[in-house]
């Protein structure tokens, strides 16, 4: 049995364990955490504390951390002392065994350094034009008395806005397959029985076109020939290299002075669709949602949206606004759209929050339940942008991107991208929830989404 103790140095020099749920019933407690996640985490917290030790089906014992102080720990410590890439295995059907997800040491080093320029800086400016032009492609036949499902419509928004910026293309019948398929892909994950296949290889088997998983692979297969054959053409022809981040990576060049294999090119790309459009959506979708479910939300947010022609204003005016910025925080804070930062699979034994934690075990940073502690953020459970205004939050008590050397990439974009798509609509349209009562959160693949993907109403 592992032994998991409090350190001995520790200030009442006490050897005491750490919290442990008892070993039985794994797969009812995997069950569990797959079907109700948010449930099931507050009541471990509830009885268990802000660090506490369990197992699940298909992971190595793991520790999972709501505490600020072992946040600050884990994020601040070596990366060598951790895995990851091992530990995100769950993703390798999607994104296949090159993409930073999966990598660890020096090659996840290597590729981030390829991958951050592209999403920042003075590039940003080319994503405002591409999100707003997308956005108003999306929403300009909404009319007054229509309802619409705010997941849905986003996600066009979002992958259409990730399909420009990656390839640089917006239409064209191979564009326009891409997007069908990745739509589809998704869709074999949408709810919470269906998001199973990916905790469990024994039910990732192809039973033909018919069957989830089979539908799942027939999709990836075409998606891998038309993004092969997008990546050979622009190898071969570099003068339809451009401003994209396709172009950019097939121009970058590591410290040996070679270029990314296809192969690393393909996987990176299915890394940044994935990773960059349902997140983004469902954010935006959350929202969407709490300012038409709180009013005085949209009564301030419009207030301020008047005091520019948000439709027109340069996008960095409109990323500057303080109480947009505090709706997309909140939103975040309330639903952490990926509830977990990655996982981090210990190298060798290390001291957290005074308890000897060995090699092997699996560090699971927590960001739902630290951004629901009470003493961080009084009635935790009330949408409150206002808390983001009267007090500055540490990275170690709000990162709803993570934190570390596995920080997310896309963080400034999608923060971006929400305030921009965000300010577009609310200018331009009034609108109220068609939904009876509050919406739930539910799983959706690795993220948590409202249920239903919440149905709002044109009103003006
Ligand atoms: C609201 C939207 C998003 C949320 C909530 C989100 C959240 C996260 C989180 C929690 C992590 C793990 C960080 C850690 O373990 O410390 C992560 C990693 C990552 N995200 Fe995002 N993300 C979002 C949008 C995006 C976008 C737009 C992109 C790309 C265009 C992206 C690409 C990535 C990548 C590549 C990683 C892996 C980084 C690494 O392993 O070094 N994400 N994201």
Not at 43 to 50: N, S, V
Not at 224 to 249: C, F, K, P, T
Not at 286 to 299: D, K, S, T
Request: glycine share 6%.
């Amino acid at each position: 049995m592992t032994v998991l103790t409090e350190n001995s140095q520790s200030p009442n020099n006490t050897a005491s364990h750490l919290p442990e749920i008892p070993k039985g019933f794994k797969l009812l407690r995997t069950a569990r955490i797959i079907m109700n996640p948010l449930g099931y985490l507050e009541e471990r917290y509830q009885q268990y504390g802000d660090i506490f030790s369990q197992e699940f089906s298909s992971f190595p014992r793991q520790v999972i951390i709501s505490n600020p102080q072992g946040i600050q720990e884990i994020f601040t410590a070596d990366p060598k002392l951790f895995q990851s890439g091992a530990g995100n295995q769950i993703a390798l059907p999607l994104v296949g065994a090159n993409s930073l997800l999966l990598l660890d040491g020096d090659r996840h080093f290597q590729q981030r350094k390829l991958l951050m320029p592209p999403l920042h800086g003075e590039r940003m400016k080319t994503y405002g034009k591409i999100i707003r032009d997308t956005t108003e492609k999306v929403i300009h036949n909404w009319t007054p008395g229509s309802t619409f499902k705010a997941q849905a419509q986003m996600q066009e928004i979002s992958l259409e806005v990730i399909l420009h910026a990656v390839f640089g293309l917006s239409e064209g019948e191979r564009y326009r397959e891409i997007q069908q398929i990745i739509v589809k892909m998704l869709d074999v994950f949408s709810n919470p029985l269906s998001a199973t296949f990916l905790f469990f290889k024994s039910l990732q088997k192809d039973l033909g076109a018919w069957s989830p998983w089979g539908r799942f692979l027939a999709g990836r297969q075409r998606l891998d020939e038309l993004l092969y054959q997008e990546i050979r053409e622009r190898q071969a022809r570099v003068q339809l290299l451009g401003e994209d981040i396709l172009s950019l990576l097939i121009s970058a060049r590591d410290e040996a002075g070679e270029p990314m294999s296809e192969v690393e090119l393909r996987d990176e790309l299915m890394t940044m669709l994935f990773a960059g459009h349902e997140t983004t959506a469902t954010a935006l979708s959350w929202a969407l949602y709490w300012i038409h479910y709180v009013p005085e939300v949209r009564e301030n947010l419009l207030q301020e949206l008047s005091t520019i022609d948000a439709e027109n204003a340069d996008a960095i005016e409109i990323t500057k606004l303080p109480y947009l910025n505090a709706v997309c925080s909140e939103t975040l804070r309330f639903y952490p759209i990926i509830f977990f930062a990655f996982p981090r699979i210990l190298q060798a034994p290390m001291q957290l929050m005074g308890y000897n934690i060995p090699k092997g075990i699996m560090l699971s940073p927590c960001i739902y339940l630290v951004h629901h502690r009470e003493d961080i953020y009084p009635e935790p459970k009330r949408f409150k942008p206002e808390r983001f205004l009267e007090r500055q939050f540490s990275p170690y008590e709000y990162f709803p991107f993570g934190g570390g050397n596995r920080r997310c990439i896309g963080a400034a974009f999608a923060m971006f991208e929400m305030k921009l798509v965000l300010a577009k609509i609310l200018s331009r349209y009034s609108l109220e929830l068609a939904e009876k009562g509050p919406v739930a959160a539910v799983r959706r693949g690795l993220t948590i989404a409202p249920r239903g993907g919440v149905r709002l109403r044109v009103t003006g």
